[in-house]
């Protein structure tokens, strides 16, 4: 059955997903009520109803000692969130948990992989302690944050947000650039991640100012134990002359420095392309003639946000300057499947292996990107936020939904969604429309619906005793009236009218 999200994140807005939450703590039937909480968040009620159904408990007779303990005590309904998996979720159960993790098994060019899971090239990916971390937490690999052989000495503040009503972050900005440390000391952080864990995956992100640089630096990460190079063609914070996003903007310079790459190494190659290009394929293209076995994107937008109206200045400010810098999080994911499903749906790049990241948050997150054809996603801004635990609620939702949709393997979906793509509207059908729904029992009267329709919309909606009446003649069936009511009280309707 298809499942819409019953319990939503704007359910438990006052929670703040704590480190060692007291709910848990307190909890007399040892619930964990963290763990369950945090499912919900990243969109894993599902499996969070499997969990509790599997304990054979109930928060029913409970005084909610965990209300009590919680840090923000009287503002999450922790008991009501529970009895509301028990009693919503579990009754339409119909998957029970996975004994395993096998259907996450994959392989990166070949080289096999425990999951799809990577760190991004970032900050979360610099030094020997944070990839440790990180592989201890879960994840299969890292892209390590861009190796480079020049001074990298970084502004303070570098970062900057854009929050949702619940505080969570849905835009990020950045000014960092890359690696702080010298080569020979990212070296021995490659041999020392390989020495204590050779099952996982490191991906070395690098950049040169040469076709002599960016050879010597693949060739020097292969022999300190890197699994794969991912070259940076796309960095925003590094623009100057052949660098970053400026490589990643040319398609010369893109097979130019991907070819140097690849005669140093024998391991695979991945070009990461930037965003900030009206199409992708052409630099895509460029990158195979190279030689590249792959691609990684998006790199993160460039962008400028938050300026301040009483002093005029824009976030992160650096001694009252700011600058263009890259933009990533939740929000730049539909821009990220764009690009993913072009080059998913190319034919000129058919076969490479694709490594798709922006914006990815959940296990659904994931999927959308996977369904247009990466074979692994790359995530960094979530974990800046939330922290690499964020790796048990990514397993263990893609985990549930592939044994719920009876798949083998993560392999098996990649790419599912391409033959439903088209990269122009001109082929969409045009003679019919989908009316909306009401439910009348849920709606409050707001008119919401009435408004937007008729200051957005096509007027076809009127209120009549605080309820919304709609006028078929009027109505296109655009559907701004589902997204706009604040209940989910309109929805589409099943049938297809002809045009008159």
């Given at each position: 059955?298809?499942?819409?999200?019953?319990?939503?994140?704007?359910?438990?807005?006052?929670?703040?997903?704590?480190?060692?939450?007291?709910?848990?703590?307190?909890?007399?039937?040892?619930?964990?009520?963290?763990?369950?909480?945090?499912?919900?968040?990243?969109?894993?009620?599902?499996?969070?109803?499997?969990?509790?159904?599997?304990?054979?408990?109930?928060?029913?007779?409970?005084?909610?000692?965990?209300?009590?303990?919680?840090?923000?005590?009287?503002?999450?309904?922790?008991?009501?969130?529970?009895?509301?998996?028990?009693?919503?979720?579990?009754?339409?159960?119909?998957?029970?948990?996975?004994?395993?993790?096998?259907?996450?098994?994959?392989?990166?060019?070949?080289?096999?992989?425990?999951?799809?899971?990577?760190?991004?090239?970032?900050?979360?990916?610099?030094?020997?302690?944070?990839?440790?971390?990180?592989?201890?937490?879960?994840?299969?690999?890292?892209?390590?944050?861009?190796?480079?052989?020049?001074?990298?000495?970084?502004?303070?503040?570098?970062?900057?947000?854009?929050?949702?009503?619940?505080?969570?972050?849905?835009?990020?900005?950045?000014?960092?650039?890359?690696?702080?440390?010298?080569?020979?000391?990212?070296?021995?952080?490659?041999?020392?991640?390989?020495?204590?864990?050779?099952?996982?995956?490191?991906?070395?992100?690098?950049?040169?100012?040469?076709?002599?640089?960016?050879?010597?630096?693949?060739?020097?990460?292969?022999?300190?134990?890197?699994?794969?190079?991912e070259l940076n063609f796309s960095c925003p914070n590094m623009m100057d002359g052949n660098l970053g996003s400026a490589i990643g903007e040319c398609p010369d310079l893109v097979e130019r420095f991907t070819s140097a790459s690849k005669k140093g190494v024998s391991i695979p190659v991945l070009a990461k392309l930037t965003p900030n290009v009206s199409s992708m394929n052409i630099m895509a293209e460029a990158a195979k003639r190279g030689g590249a076995d792959g691609?990684?994107?998006?790199?993160?937008?460039?962008?400028?946000?938050?300026?301040?109206?009483?002093?005029?200045?824009?976030?992160?400010?650096?001694?009252?300057?700011?600058?263009?810098?890259?933009?990533?999080?939740?929000?730049?994911?539909?821009?990220?499947?764009?690009?993913?499903?072009?080059?998913?749906?190319?034919?000129?790049?058919?076969?490479?292996?694709?490594?798709?990241?922006?914006?990815?948050?959940?296990?659904?997150?994931?999927?959308?990107?996977?369904?247009?054809?990466?074979?692994?996603?790359?995530?960094?801004?979530?974990?800046?936020?939330?922290?690499?635990?964020?790796?048990?609620?990514?397993?263990?939702?893609?985990?549930?939904?592939?044994?719920?949709?009876?798949?083998?393997?993560?392999?098996?979906?990649?790419?599912?969604?391409?033959?439903?793509?088209?990269?122009?509207?001109?082929?969409?059908?045009?003679?019919?429309?989908?009316?909306?729904?009401?439910?009348?029992?849920?709606?409050?009267?707001?008119?919401?619906?009435?408004?937007?329709?008729?200051?957005?919309?096509?007027?076809?909606?009127?209120?009549?005793?605080?309820?919304?009446?709609?006028?078929?003649?009027?109505?296109?069936?655009?559907?701004?009236?589902?997204?706009?009511?604040?209940?989910?009280?309109?929805?589409?309707?099943?049938?297809?009218?002809?045009?008159?």
């Amino acid at each position: 059955m298809q499942h819409t999200l019953i319990i939503k994140r704007g359910d438990m807005i006052n929670c703040v997903l704590c480190g060692n939450a007291p709910c848990s703590e307190v909890c007399p039937k040892k619930l964990n009520p963290a763990k369950l909480l945090r499912s919900i968040w990243f969109d894993g009620e599902l499996h969070a109803g499997a969990i509790l159904n599997e304990t054979k408990k109930t928060c029913t007779d409970c005084d909610a000692p965990c209300e009590k303990a919680c840090l923000r005590s009287g503002l999450v309904p922790i008991k009501k969130l529970l009895n509301r998996l028990q009693n919503e979720i579990i009754p339409i159960l119909d998957t029970p948990i996975p004994t395993n993790e096998d259907r996450l098994k994959t392989d990166f060019c070949g080289i096999p992989l425990e999951n799809p899971f990577f760190l991004s090239s970032s900050v979360v990916a610099s030094n020997y302690d944070t990839c440790a971390r990180a592989f201890d937490a879960g994840w299969a690999g890292v892209s390590f944050k861009t190796i480079c052989n020049f001074e990298i000495h970084e502004t303070s503040p570098r970062f900057a947000a854009i929050r949702a009503e619940s505080g969570s972050i849905v835009g990020f900005k950045n000014i960092e650039q890359l690696s702080d440390h010298s080569v020979e000391e990212n070296m021995e952080v490659f041999r020392q991640l390989k020495r204590d864990y050779p099952k996982k995956f490191i991906l070395a992100s690098i950049m040169g100012t040469n076709d002599e640089e960016w050879e010597r630096l693949a060739k020097t990460c292969e022999d300190n134990g890197a699994d794969a190079i991912e070259l940076n063609f796309s960095c925003p914070n590094m623009m100057d002359g052949n660098l970053g996003s400026a490589i990643g903007e040319c398609p010369d310079l893109v097979e130019r420095f991907t070819s140097a790459s690849k005669k140093g190494v024998s391991i695979p190659v991945l070009a990461k392309l930037t965003p900030n290009v009206s199409s992708m394929n052409i630099m895509a293209e460029a990158a195979k003639r190279g030689g590249a076995d792959g691609i990684a994107a998006i790199n993160t937008i460039k962008s400028i946000m938050q300026i301040d109206p009483e002093t005029y200045f824009s976030a992160p400010t650096v001694k009252n300057i700011s600058a263009v810098g890259g933009y990533s999080g939740n929000a730049v994911k539909p821009i990220a499947l764009r690009f993913i499903a072009e080059l998913g749906i190319n034919p000129n790049i058919k076969g490479m292996y694709i490594s798709g990241m922006g914006g990815i948050e959940t296990w659904k997150d994931a999927l959308e990107f996977m369904l247009l054809g990466s074979h692994s996603v790359q995530v960094t801004t979530a974990v800046m936020q939330y922290g690499y635990r964020i790796i048990d609620d990514l397993k263990a939702g893609l985990n549930y939904y592939l044994h719920k949709k009876g798949f083998n393997n993560v392999n098996d979906i990649v790419g599912l969604s391409l033959p439903y793509i088209s990269d122009t509207t001109d082929i969409l059908e045009r003679d019919t429309i989908i009316y909306p729904k009401f439910n009348r029992k849920t709606c409050i009267g707001c008119g919401r619906c009435q408004i937007s329709c008729s200051d957005g919309g096509h007027q076809a909606i009127r209120m009549e005793n605080g309820r919304p009446i709609l006028n078929p003649q009027k109505c296109l069936g655009c559907h701004l009236c589902v997204l706009v009511c604040p209940t989910h009280s309109i929805t589409s309707s099943e049938k297809r009218v002809t045009k008159k």
